[in-house]
T-cell receptor
Framework: DQQVKQNSPSLSVQEGRISILNCDYTNSMFDYFLWYKKYPAEGPTFLISISSIKDKNEDGRFTVFLNKSAKHLSLHIVPSQPGDSAVYFCAASGDAGKSTFGDGTTLTVKP | NAGVMQNPRHLVRRRGQEARLRCSPMKGHSHVYWYRQLPEEGLKFMVYLQKENIIDESGMPKERFSAEFPKEGPSILRIQQVVRGDSAAYFC????????????????FGSGTQLSVL
């Protein structure tokens, strides 16, 4: 029973265009959502988060959108840069404290 | 200004041996989490600890796996009698304790320990 799903294992975009990474969740008790970025041979690093009381959070080139009714969130990166090429993990947490991660989406930004 | 420190980075064990993975959280962080990433899979929660307490071990296999976070020293994830299926990257993460705040906090991850079982 996978509570956080990233249905696209990979995504390829051209430099300068928008990257949109999607994430769906099933547990309505989740109230905090995070995106992490991971390079090979390194641990994940926090990118951006959103609380369930909001529907959008923006930080520079990164914007996360939350649609609670659809239990869906997305990460927009614009403009995309080659250095953004990495694995992106969506994570969700509730009052239990732990974060539940999706399987990740590998983003490739082509120069 | 050290981040989360995990050692060793790579650990090779033969079937039946014990593996000990260590994690020192960031300074001031009192919450430690262990996650496992199997090949071609995402991060799977294993255990959540605070100093001297296991808060949630719902992701830990019932046998052979144990974790501790003593009052002094690093957190230890211990795998007894390793099998080939234990081969994976094991990530430790920490977060600070914020009095009065919820526990929805971002995690700071170490670089992981890659366990290979021959």
């Amino acid at each position: 029973d996978q509570q956080v799903k990233q249905n696209s294992p990979s995504l390829s975009v051209q430099e300068g265009r928008i990257s949109i990474l999607n994430c769906d969740y099933t547990n309505s008790m989740f109230d905090y959502f995070l995106w992490y970025k991971k390079y090979p041979a390194e641990g994940p690093t926090f990118l951006i988060s959103i609380s369930s009381i909001k529907d959008k959070n923006e930080d520079g080139r990164f914007t996360v959108f939350l649609n609670k009714s659809a239990k869906h969130l997305s990460l927009h990166i614009v403009p995309s840069q080659p250095g953004d090429s990495a694995v992106y993990f969506c994570a969700a947490s509730g009052d239990a404290g732990k974060s539940t991660f999706g399987d990740g989406t590998t983003l490739t930004v082509k120069p | 200004n050290a981040g989360v420190m995990q050692n060793p980075r790579h650990l090779v064990r033969r079937r039946g041996q014990e593996a000990r993975l260590r994690c020192s959280p960031m300074k001031g962080h009192s919450h430690v989490y262990w996650y496992r990433q199997l090949p071609e899979e995402g991060l799977k929660f294993m255990v959540y600890l605070q100093k001297e307490n296991i808060i949630d071990e719902s992701g830990m296999p019932k046998e052979r796996f144990s974790a501790e976070f003593p009052k002094e020293g690093p957190s230890i994830l211990r795998i007894q009698q390793v099998v080939r299926g234990d081969s994976a990257a094991y990530f430790c993460a920490s977060s600070p304790k914020i009095p009065g705040a919820g526990v929805n906090e971002k995690l700071f991850f170490g670089s992981g320990t890659q366990l290979s079982v021959l």
